[in-house]
Nanobody, 116 residues
Framework: QVQLVESGGGLVQAGGSLKLSCTAS?????MNWYRQTPGNERDFVAG???????NYADSVKGRFTISRDDATNTVYLQMDSLKPEDTGTYYC?????????????WGQGTRVTVSS
């Protein structure tokens, strides 16, 4: 079992920045951030595999940066040039992989609100 604790959400004006953090209780192969708005599914925002292989949704490329600190099992999402459409609840996701199967773990979510 991997437990995830997120922090860093809040209210910010358009054009501003926020940095989300997610600390895992154990090591994960990949760590990702997803965003969800009311009535919609969770959408992939950014992910990091190992120490440096990153992937981003087109809507956040060039504005968001994902990174991880393996010493503390923490993943960060630096969000710059925020837009109102970035508003939502952000969920941290950790993926562990064994020879037998892949397991997904989710954090409790942290709310981000971008005002226009």
């Amino acid at each position: 079992q991997v437990q995830l604790v997120e922090s860093g959400g809040g209210l910010v004006q358009a054009g501003g920045s926020l940095k989300l953090s997610c600390t895992a209780s154990g090591r994960a192969s990949a760590m990702n951030w997803y965003r969800q708005t009311p009535g919609n599914e969770r959408d992939f925002v950014a992910g990091i595999i190992g120490g440096s292989s990153t992937n981003y949704a087109d809507s956040v490329k060039g504005r968001f940066t994902i990174s991880r600190d393996d010493a503390t099992n923490t993943v960060y999402l630096q969000m710059d040039s925020l837009k109102p459409e970035d508003t939502g609840t952000y969920y941290c996701n950790a993926v562990t992989v064994t020879a037998a199967h892949e397991t997904n773990y989710w954090g409790q979510g942290t709310r981000v609100t971008v005002s226009s």
